[in-house]
């Protein structure tokens, strides 16, 4: 792919490193740092959290995707990353419980939250991320027992903390999906066994 990327961690549980499926070869070409991080007793769910980021701005994904050949990340003019939404009384969030659940996490930090991100578009930035997973871990939230559900932070929840404190727009620009379009940056390589039902995950 022809990216903006320069770091990778990769969060594992104790995998050896040559089964992994990495071309080690190319990211040492392309001059990419590859960190492997042990989850410990972690869920998967809190990855984005617990990752150890030394740049500024990163994004997240699992094994169940891949980058588009070319990838462009949008930024205003002073800097901001370009960050896509729905809002949260749309029937692009109704129909779906895992967008609920995002919401009413989110509303636990700001009650006027009212916009759903994919954890897949979001670019975090590394201090507000930490800021935001150190709250998430005092407020002891209890996983849901719906598996088809965020059980872990998600950037909708990032987004409500930090509109909370006043952050969103000196840090964003946000743009609605309906309106301007959508171009994913990830294609989905794989598909995860899943018991959810039909279009349940969104």
């Known amino acids: 792919s022809d990216h903006p990327f320069r770091e990778i961690v990769v969060l594992t549980s104790k995998p050896p490193a040559n089964e ?4 080690w070869d190319k990211l040492y070409f ?8 042990d989850r410990e007793m972690s869920h998967d769910s809190m990855d984005w959290c617990m990752a150890p ?6 994004m997240y994904t699992n094994t169940y995707f891949r980058l588009r050949n070319t990838i462009d990340i949008m930024v205003t003019d002073d800097g901001r990353p370009l960050i896509p939404f729905v809002h949260s009384d749309s029937k692009d969030c109704d129909d779906f419980p895992a967008c609920v659940t995002s919401i009413y996490r989110a509303k636990s930090f700001d009650p006027d939250a009212d916009k759903h991100i994919q954890d897949f578009d979001m ?6 991320r930490d800021d935001f997973c150190r709250t998430w871990s005092w407020q002891n939230f209890v996983p849901p027992g719906d598996p088809c559900v965020p059980q872990g932070p998600t950037a909708s929840s990032y987004l409500g903390f930090i509109g909370a404190t006043r952050r969103v727009r000196k840090t964003y620009k946000l743009y609605e999906k309906s309106i301007y379009g959508y171009r994913s940056l990830f294609l989905r390589a794989s598909t995860p066994y899943s018991s959810c039902e039909g279009g349940r995950r969104l």
Do not use: C, G, N, Y
């Open 20 to 23: 992994l499926q990495v071309d």
């Open 30 to 37: 392309k001059e990419i740092s590859v960190t492997l991080v």
């Open 53 to 58: 980021m030394a740049s500024k701005w990163f």
């Open 123 to 128: 670019i975090f930035q590394r201090e507000l």
